[in-house]
């Protein structure tokens, strides 16, 4: 079946210092690959998505790159920020009939 | 345009009660996803349900329910609770279910506390 694999964290980083949350996953053809975010006491928001090997999806100076050949998702930032902190979970979507399969979530603290 | 919409925010039940959740999607959206989060254990799937008929479930005992109306709106039904359900449970909707690989738009959730 699918699965999503992702560094579980807590990932603690310096205010402005690079970012990188690795993700893979394991699924049959050519899922959908997305970015959520979820701030405390919050919902999961949207990050960055991507459709297709090697696209590249972006928001909020976050990038990722859909990457067939290794079968990963990383997400990465140049410069983060204070209110970065959050939990990042990685996840795909193949049309079938649960949704999304997520990762298990990378907790991120960013100190000042 | 109104997002996916969850009530109530937070919920407290006593052990053997039961909990009924709300959901209401996105105009438009035919599908409606259940997720649990509870403590330490990711996102669960629970349930699915499409132009009103639940098309999957997870790994959940039956005690965890629940309907899709005509309008598409959903409610969760867990009965029996035990103290392990309490968690975060996550609605979220898709414009197609079945094929459709898009993403889902998850509401705010509902904090249900089981004591």
């Known amino acids: 079946g699918n699965s999503v694999t992702q560094m579980e964290g807590p990932v603690t980083l310096s205010e402005e210092a690079f970012l990188t949350i690795n993700c893979t996953y394991t699924a049959t053809g050519y899922p959908s690959l997305f970015w959520y975010v979820q701030y405390p006491g919050e919902g999961l928001q949207l990050l960055l998505k991507a459709t297709k090997a090697d696209d590249k999806g972006s928001n909020k100076g976050f990038e990722a790159t859909y990457r067939k050949e290794t079968t990963s998702f990383h997400l990465e930032k140049g410069s983060v920020q204070v209110s970065d902190s959050a939990v990042y979970f990685c996840?795909?979507?193949?049309?079938?009939?649960?949704?999304?399969?997520f990762g298990k979530g990378t907790h991120l603290i960013i100190q000042p | 345009e109104a997002g996916v919409t969850q009530s109530p925010t937070h919920l407290i039940k006593t052990r053997g009660q039961q909990a009924t959740l709300r959901c209401s999607p996105i105009?438009?959206?035919?599908?409606v996803y259940w997720y649990q989060q509870a403590l330490g254990l990711g996102l669960q799937f629970l349930l699915w349900y499409d132009e009103g008929e639940e098309r999957n479930r997870g790994n959940f005992p039956p005690r965890f329910s629940g309907r899709q109306f005509p309008n598409y709106s959903s409610e969760l039904n867990v009965n029996a609770l035990e103290l392990e359900d309490s968690a975060l449970y996550l609605c979220a909707s898709s414009r197609l279910g079945g094929t459709d690989t898009g993403e889902l738009f998850f509401g705010e959730g509902s904090r249900l506390t089981v004591l």
């Open positions: 105009s438009g959206h035919t599908s």
């Open positions: 996840a795909l979507r193949k049309g079938g009939a649960d949704g999304l399969t």
